[in-house]
């Protein structure tokens, strides 16, 4: 695949970047579009639509209904070679927006507060550009349009529809706009980039009665509230410190009035870690904390266990490509930041167990122009200079790997 001589299609990068650039205000319009019509997972009817009629407007190659609002676009050289895949997500949140622009969200309660709509832009301007050069390139890119990342989770039901077969890809690459660095770096690493996440419910059945009487009763707030802290010992005491994990518990509810002790309380959980063998044994310790500490206290206990996402574990190989073409981007040092591991997750993740890959941070806070809030905010919105520049990286990335 990769030849010692030299590409005799190579292009000048210089006229990459031009080029690129000059798409700059159609991949604002259409963020923007999107940003207006933010949708749920699996219901981006408007978004698919939206998408397919761009590929079909450019002759692009495509299957919709993929994974129900999925697409999928091929883009073919007419050399054989690899196939590199490139992953967008199109979907938005249950968010109300708080932002004061002409762009702001038209669908109430609805809101691209996490940079998906960016995502699906700088998708599109990429298989625009490949499609207008293809030439360029040898093999075939795969340009995946994703739905619900943010939850059920589109790409597992994609793959199983066969996303990465037919041809079969050697490769995926893809990014999250990140407002936790700032415009003009790229957050790339190889290994494990993003957390596991898993999720738990729980319900302490003790016995109620009257808050004067406790010796009649099981209080089901007592043993809950020992096992919320005994959770704590898990990362404390179990995990071995160089590893990183999280146990939290997000919710606690229980009781009715002061004088009455709680039949029962339901608590729920996330839980996250980096390291693929842990998969399985903090959802064995949650249960034994659980079962113990009502054992102990005569509750009994109902337990419901999410494995979500498996972690995002990067390829070597394919991260130092990503690496390498970023800090031909950026054109600084200090813009490729390795130590961005977030214990945040992504669906992204089955990807990158199916075919090397790397998934990576594209900086697009700006401060300056008040673009800093944190994703899934009411007021988040990131600096749009950042969607060419996430263009110019995916372009280059087949560029130097589909030869
Ligand atoms: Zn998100
Ligand atoms: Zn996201």
Known sequence: ???????????????????????????????????????????????????????????????????????????????????????????????????????????????????????????????????QHREDFAGTVKIIFQPAEEGPGGAKPMIEEGVLKNPDVDAIIGLHLWNNLPLGTVGVRSGALMAAVECFRCTILGKGGHG??????????????????????????????????????????????????????????????????????????????????????GASYELDYWHLYPPVINDAKIAELVRSVASDVVETPAGIVPECQTMGSEDMSFFLQAVPGCYFFLGSANPAKDLAYPHHHPRFDFDETALAMGAEIFVRCVEKFCQ
């Open 1 to 131: 695949m990769v030849s010692i001589l030299p590409n005799p299609h190579s292009v000048d990068q210089s006229q990459i970047r031009l080029e690129i650039r000059s798409l700059q205000p159609q991949l604002v319009e259409w963020r923007r579009h999107l940003h207006q019509r933010p949708e749920l997972g699996f219901k981006e009817q408007l978004t698919a639509q939206f998408v397919a009629q761009k590929l079909q407007e450019w002759g692009i190659e495509h299957k919709t209904g993929v994974a129900q609002t999925g697409i999928v676009a091929t883009i073919a050289s007419n050399r054989p070679g690899p196939v590199l895949a490139i992953r967008a997500d199109m979907d938005g949140l249950p968010i109300q927006e708080q932002n004061d622009v002409p762009y702001r969200s038209q669908h109430d309660g609805l809101m691209h507060a996490c940079g998906h709509d960016g995502h699906t832009a700088i998708a599109l301007g990429t298989a625009y550009y490949l499609s």
């Open 212 to 297: 004067a009487m406790p010796h009649q009763t099981v209080d089901s707030i007592v043993v809950s509230a020992q096992i919320v802290n005994a959770l704590q010992t898990i990362v404390a005491r179990n995990v071995n410190p160089i590893e990183s994990a999280v146990v939290t518990v997000g919710e606690f509810h229980a009781g009715t009035a002061h004088n009455v002790i709680a039949n029962t309380a339901r608590m729920s959980g996330t839980v996250r870690y980096f390291n693929p063998a842990m998969e399985g044994y903090l959802s064995k310790r949650i249960e034994q904390v659980i079962a113990g500490i009502c054992q102990s206290q």
